[in-house]
Nanobody, 115 residues
Framework: VQLQASGGGLVQAGGSLRLSCASS????????MAWYRQTTGKQRELVAV???????NYADSVKGRFTISRDDAKNSVYLQMNSLKPEDTAVYYC??????????WGQGTQVTVSS
């Protein structure tokens, strides 16, 4: 199974983007799906997570602006990003946490927010 992330791009501050991450197949043993982001020289940080049961959690820096959602029928997870700020500029990665095996990672999609 592979994850394919898409939806990144260049947007002005205050704008919106919707990231998508599709799995090439069904994943039956996941416990959570998440989005991370990373900028050059910094560690990858957790942006948002949605558990198998549908509970969500967000980094303080994106609360109220980003929304994570999941469509199990489409084997996909999404990140709706509103009111984007230049500091949101990063490569965004989708992640699927699995029981008893290493997590899956997407290839990353670049988000650039201009001021």
């Amino acid at each position: 199974v592979q994850l394919q992330a898409s939806g990144g791009g260049l947007v002005q501050a205050g704008g919106s983007l919707r990231l998508s991450c599709a799995s090439s197949g069904s994943i039956f043993d996941f416990y959570a799906m998440a989005w991370y982001r990373q900028t050059t020289g910094k560690q990858r940080e957790l942006v948002a997570v949605i558990t198998r049961g549908g509970n969500t959690n967000y980094a303080d820096s994106v609360k109220g602006r980003f929304t994570i959602s999941r469509d199990d029928a489409k084997n996909s997870v999404y990140l709706q990003m509103n009111s984007l700020k230049p500091e949101d500029t990063a490569v965004y990665y989708c992640n699927v946490g699995l029981l008893s095996r290493p997590p899956l990672w997407g290839q990353g999609t670049q988000v650039t927010v201009s001021s």
